[in-house]
């Protein structure tokens, strides 16, 4: 062992958990449940990777892929163990997470925006998911604010949204009061090092770092919005695209969350002009009033992607110490509370391996492997 691995010694623990993301601190908290004495290492603060950069969308419609059949039954499981997770976590904490039940408009714009909403239609009735065809007028009654030459929407009753930073404060407060002693600004570099019986790697893009697993950063660049007057420019999630694929989620006190970039720049995280711009482009000719809304911040934030766009969950098949609980892409929040049940089953033994372990890429590590953030 390289006990230089660890820059802040922590003790021994039955769980050492690498990332306090909300993937990391949900796992910590349901693994506490369980009476293991558990410890969280973050290389920054608690929560403030993805999880911080997150819009909150709970997507499994939205986001489903006729060639990825086990991640949208796994998203579809999981969005349905959200509502009883939000409660359970605001009854252990007095933290309300913002679970939004709003539904979600797909929406298109022109002809070519027509043409993709019913492609996207037609592939989700086949799944037998349930959405709804709707003209550009009808969709203005549901969003008074969208383009009056909008041309087509398809309505997803079953997509919300949660508020990240409350889910991530509600997360800490129920690993600190259950007992799970969190460490913020503590790198590991050598899982080897961590004096536990069982590591859980949760560090999203830094993931591929400390071992063998195909995940890289994925850019993605974003505005948090708001109206003084208060809410009521929308109500629902709203997604447009192709060709530039964004979102505009409100929180429901008058403020806004419009993203997102999608950028293979590995881990740059700098906003630009050109991000910001065409963000606000795109967002503007589908709904205009948004461009009259004050910007209270522009940020990026690094999703962790996999080749195939699923997550690593379960034990590694080279090192059974190891578990893996990473490269959750754009569904991190949504994929929340399934993955810490996948987690306890992997340590505790009461769940096979799934869909989703490291196995089905090969053992090398990639080539943009990278130690304390660094290509």
């Excluded at 590591?199 to 948090?224: T, Y």
């Amino acid at each position: 062992m390289r006990s230089e691995g660890v820059t802040t010694p922590f003790g021994n623990a039955d769980v050492a958990v690498v990332g306090g993301g909300v993937i990391g601190l949900a796992t910590a908290w349901r693994v506490r449940q369980r009476g293991l004495d558990v410890v969280v290492a973050d290389r920054g603060d608690l929560g403030q990777g993805a999880s911080r950069a997150a819009a909150g969308m709970l997507a499994p419609v939205a986001e489903a892929d006729l060639q990825e059949r086990e991640l949208l039954a796994a998203n579809l499981e999981s969005a349905r163990r959200w509502p009883a997770f939000a409660a359970e976590l605001a009854e252990a904490t007095g933290i309300d997470v913002g679970l939004r039940t709003c539904g979600t408009l797909l929406l298109g714009r022109d002809r070519d925006g027509a043409e993709h909403v019913d492609r996207e239609r037609d592939a989700r009735e086949r799944l037998g998911l349930p959405v709804r065809r709707l003209l550009g007028s009808q969709a203005r009654r549901l969003e008074p604010a969208l383009a009056p030459g909008l041309r087509l929407a398809l309505e997803l009753p079953d997509d919300h949204a949660v508020e990240p930073a409350r889910l991530v404060a509600a997360l800490v407060r129920a690993c600190t009061d259950s007992g799970v002693r969190l460490h913020p600004h503590t790198e590991v570099t050598d899982l080897a090092a961590l004096p536990a019986e069982r590591v859980v790697v949760a560090a999203g893009a830094w993931s591929a770092g400390l071992g063998p697993v195909p995940v890289r950063p994925v850019k993605g660049q974003a505005l948090r919005l708001r109206d003084p007057a208060g809410p009521g420019l929308c109500d629902r999630v709203l997604r447009w695209g192709p060709p530039t694929p964004g979102y505009l989620v409100p929180r429901g006190d008058g403020r806004y969350y419009l993203g997102a970039t999608m950028e293979e720049r590995g881990f740059d995280t700098a906003v630009t002009a050109l991000g910001v711009y065409e963000l606000l482009r795109e967002a503007g000719e589908v709904v205009p009033g948004l461009l009259e809304l004050e910007i209270d911040e522009a940020f990026s934030g690094l999703r962790p992607g996999t080749p195939d766009n699923a997550p690593v969950i379960g034990p590694d098949p080279d090192d059974p110490r190891i578990v893996w609980a990473t490269g959750h892409f754009r569904n991190g929040i949504l994929l929340c509370p399934i993955t810490a049940d996948l987690v306890v089953g992997a340590l505790t033994g009461e769940a096979p391996p799934g869909a989703f372990g490291r196995g089905r890429f090969g053992a090398e590590r990639p080539a943009a492997a990278v130690q304390g953030g660094a290509p």
